[in-house]
């Protein structure tokens, strides 16, 4: 079996293969619902979560073997990367601020979005444990298996950019699904391309940290759905601001001071 080298995988197959493992997902949730999920989430979507990790650990394993595919599925946990402590501020505490600030916009402007489900505290616990295993899901295709080969194209901003639209091109029937307008659903392309940029920025601050983005995911995902007033995608504002922040402060092209190589750490190695 010839094994594929870390540069030689194409992001766009895993995309499109993801992509047609995922289409049934939205078609059983318009007909599954459950009311009262975070965020009005379709029931599918933390299911449908599970997509890019297992799409992207059977193309390690066809293209590089067990090895490399158990290897790639231990950096969830992969915290030992993220040698500079300080970068665990923005991991844990980037999206209260944005959320914090959202919310301060909304009441000093008085604009009203449909109102999320209210969640008790029990609740959240609950679904802080479910929001990691989804972030994981999620994190695990795109941060550690496709972000690598877009930067190496583009550049770490525009491999961000590219990444963020895509990622909202699978956001779109939850979206629908879950009854946001046409505002909401506009806002959210921003609020998705803004917030990878974010995630991008401190993924290779990090020396490449899965483990770093899923926290960061799963508490964006707790403190959007922790206020009924402050649907997810009222946050793109604030977010397109500190991502237009970061760009210029750290460079487009690394996003990063001190950036490690892209590739010389490939997926399936610590």
């Not at 299911?47 to 067990?66: E, F, K, M, N, S």
């Not at 609950?126 to 989804?134: D, E, H, K, P, T």
């Not at 505002?183 to 391309?193: E, I, P, Y």
Request: charge should be positive; include cysteine.
């Amino acid at each position: 079996m010839r094994v594929v080298a870390d540069t030689e995988r194409s992001p766009y197959v895993y995309f499109l293969i993801v992509a047609l493992v995922f289409a049934p997902f939205p078609v059983v949730g318009a007909f599954v619902h459950i009311p009262g999920l975070p965020k009005n989430a379709p029931v599918t979507d933390f299911v449908a979560a599970l997509i890019p990790a297992a799409v992207a650990l059977a193309l390690t394993y066809r293209d590089r073997g067990a090895g490399a595919a158990l290897a790639l599925l231990r950096r969830v946990v992969d915290y030992r990367r993220i040698t500079a402590r300080i970068w665990y501020l923005p991991i844990l505490l980037l999206s209260p601020l944005i959320y914090l600030a959202t919310y301060g916009l909304i009441e000093l402007t008085g604009v009203e979005f449909v109102a999320q489900p209210r969640l008790s505290v029990t609740t959240m616990l609950v679904f802080a444990l479910i929001f990691f295993v989804a972030a994981a899901g999620e994190e695990l295709g795109w941060s550690g298996y496709a972000i690598d080969p877009l930067q190496r194209r583009w550049g770490a901003l525009g491999g961000a950019l590219v990444l963020g639209v895509i990622w909202f091109a699978f956001h779109i029937p939850s979206m629908l699904q879950s009854g946001q307008d046409a505002t909401l659903v506009g806002l959210g392309a921003f609020a998705t391309v803004g917030l990878r940029v974010l995630w991008v920025w401190i993924f290779d601050n990090t020396g490449g940290s899965v483990f770093a983005i899923v926290v960061a995911h799963t508490v964006a995902n707790v403190c959007a759905s922790a206020v009924p007033s402050v649907p997810t995608n009222a946050a793109a504002p604030v977010i397109v601001v500190a991502a237009v922040l970061v760009a210029w402060l750290w460079g487009p092209k690394t996003l990063a001071h001190f950036k490690y190589p892209v590739g010389a750490r490939s997926s399936g190695e610590e």
